[in-house]
Nanobody, 121 residues
Framework: QVQLVESGGGLVQAGESLRLSCAASGSIFSINTVVWYRQAPGKQRELVAAMPSGGNTNYADSVKGRFTISRDNAKNTVYLQMNSLKPEDTAVYTC???????????????WGQGTLVTVSS
């Protein structure tokens, strides 16, 4: 069974940095598109950063220049480096990935459980 597990959230002060990790476990052939979302209290979920397989990365305007999405295919792990954090970045961050377990099977859509990031002013 393929699962995604996030880690790295926590409480930081404004201006500090955090790196979130999203590790895929199970039988994995490849990880295609990966997306980080966030949802702040009382707000709708929003896309933070996306990394299509073989394509250009995309970022929400609010995080451009501060956040960087990356991946380590050997570790089946995706990262979100968050610098210059602001109180408005406070949210539950969740990763989503399209994963193939074999070359021939269809893509599986998997979500992590979310990790809370709190930025104090």
């Amino acid at each position: 069974q393929v699962q995604l597990v996030e880690s790295g959230g926590g409480l930081v002060q404004a201006g500090e940095s955090l790196r979130l990790s999203c590790a895929a476990s199970g039988s994995i052939f490849s990880i295609n598109t990966v997306v980080w979302y966030r949802q702040a209290p009382g707000k709708q979920r929003e896309l933070v950063a996306a990394m299509p397989s073989g394509g250009n990365t995309n970022y929400a305007d609010s995080v451009k220049g501060r956040f960087t999405i990356s991946r380590d295919n050997a570790k089946n792990t995706v990262y979100l480096q968050m610098n210059s954090l602001k109180p408005e970045d406070t949210a539950v961050y969740t990763c989503n990935a399209l994963i193939k377990t074999t070359r021939w099977d269809p893509l599986l859509d998997r979500w992590g459980q979310g990790t809370l990031v709190t930025v104090s002013s």
